[in-house]
């Protein structure tokens, strides 16, 4: 099983979703039981998902990830989605705006035929 861990970062005046080293990140493919940590880097981050079903760990269309924290979730075995998967983030942090990140503009995993 596969972990990816990807990252929510203010750059540029810009709220990003990005690689360890501060790239945007590409879309995470992931099979079934792989799964996907975002970490808040610069700040909170409050997602939100096309589906309650997606994820083995979350049986809801939100979750939440706090300043330095992380969120980890795993792809669903019973996952009826294939494909990209466009989600949304909120990011807030003390100090600076609030704004919806970017990653693979908009952001997105991909979830591989099972």
Do not use: H
Not at 29 to 34: F, R
Not at 36 to 61: E, H, I, K, M
Not at 96 to 109: C, M, Q, R, V
């Amino acid at each position: 099983m596969a972990n990816t861990t990807l990252y929510l970062r203010y750059q540029n005046n810009t709220w990003q979703v990005t690689d360890k080293n501060g790239n945007l990140a590409p879309a995470p493919q992931l099979d079934a039981g792989d799964s996907v940590t975002w970490r808040g880097t610069d700040g909170a981050g409050a997602f939100q998902f096309p589906s309650d079903d997606l994820f083995s760990n979350l049986n809801d269309y939100t979750a939440s990830v706090a300043e330095g924290g992380s969120l980890q979730l795993t792809r669903a075995s019973s996952a009826g989605a294939e494909g990209p998967i466009v989600y949304s983030v909120y990011c807030t942090a003390a100090g600076l705006p609030g704004g919806y990140a970017e990653g693979g503009s908009p952001p997105k995993i991909i979830f591989l035929p099972s």
